[in-house]
């Protein structure tokens, strides 16, 4: 039965063909008690690509929950803690002690039905590498063009914090960031503003190095009409789609959840790949 649905999305034409993005050769299934999810990946994203479907061949994510869930927004599993979790648990802070690299790719968006890698907080994680097996699929809502507007502003922040941050680790930063301290603790308050004004001047030269984030036209017909989360758009790497089941995300989303968004009741996955 997996492999006629497998052969019939190909004859239906869902192969990544005439898309802004590719798909490989595999499909992924995830079976849990709310129905079956058929997930293609992207050519784009090798690394997490390849990852995704060594850890499925082991049975990595097989009896693992889907231990997050927040209707409107996503459901996310694969922390390897939630396999034996007793009830009420906090989850989420499992791993396997390695991380995938960033693979960002401009074509790749949160709109409704992907399939992302979720990732540590950037304080703590400035690279955004990605977890090597939690992940999320995309829920979200339908856009308009004054919330996109919004989320433009906010990734464009989020992306000028980030050279801020970069910039006062070189050695230009440092050196600066000291000189600074040195005229602040002798009371030369003038000349330590004049100083700041400096160090923000060259954070945003290297903040303008790079265009602002703007999201094309197409995009934006993308989120007003099938939706999703664009607030992350650039943050965490997209790797995949739902191809078939979109329904089940949906009968997912609206489970009873705890005060950490787990569901009140198990949902176990198991995870197979299809070539």
């Avoid at 889907?66 to 906090?90: C, E, T, Y």
């Avoid at 970069?166 to 960031?177: D, H, P, V, W």
């Avoid at 703007?214 to 999703?228: K, L, M």
Wanted: with cysteine; aromatic share 8%; charged share 30%.
């Amino acid at each position: 039965m997996q492999n006629f649905i497998w052969k019939a999305l190909l004859l239906l034409g869902i192969s990544g063909a005439g898309r802004a993005q590719t798909y490989g050769t595999e499909t992924v299934v995830i079976t849990t008690s709310e129905g079956s999810l058929y997930i293609r990946l992207y050519t784009e994203t090798p690394l997490h690509r390849a990852n995704f479907i060594s850890l499925a061949e082991k049975g990595t994510f097989d009896s693992l929950l889907l231990h997050r869930v927040i209707n409107g927004f996503m459901i996310q599993g694969g922390d390897p803690l939630s396999k034996r979790a007793a009830p009420g648990d906090s989850l989420g802070h499992g791993d396997l002690g390695y991380m995938v690299p960033a693979e960002f790719n401009r074509k790749l968006i949160h709109t409704r039905g992907k399939l992302c890698a979720a990732r540590e907080s950037d304080d703590i994680n400035p690279e955004r590498g990605s977890s090597a097996s939690q992940f999320y699929l995309v829920q979200g809502k339908k856009r308009t063009p004054e919330e996109l507007k919004k989320y433009e502003d906010r990734i464009n922040r989020a992306r000028y914090l980030q050279v801020a941050a970069a910039f006062m680790k070189s050695e230009e930063g440092l050196a600066l960031k000291k000189r600074y301290k040195s005229l602040k603790d002798s009371g030369a308050a003038d000349s330590a503003s004049v100083l700041n004004a400096r160090i923000e001047e060259r954070i945003r030269l290297r903040y303008e190095e790079t265009p602002p984030f703007v999201f094309s036209e197409e995009e934006r017909a993308a989120y007003a009409s099938v939706g999703g989360t664009p607030h992350l758009d650039g943050t965490y790497t997209v790797f995949g789609e739902v191809v078939q089941g979109l329904e089940v995300i949906d009968r997912i989303a609206a489970v009873k959840t705890d005060k950490r968004d787990r569901p009140l009741k198990d949902i176990r996955m198991q995870v197979k790949i299809l070539r």
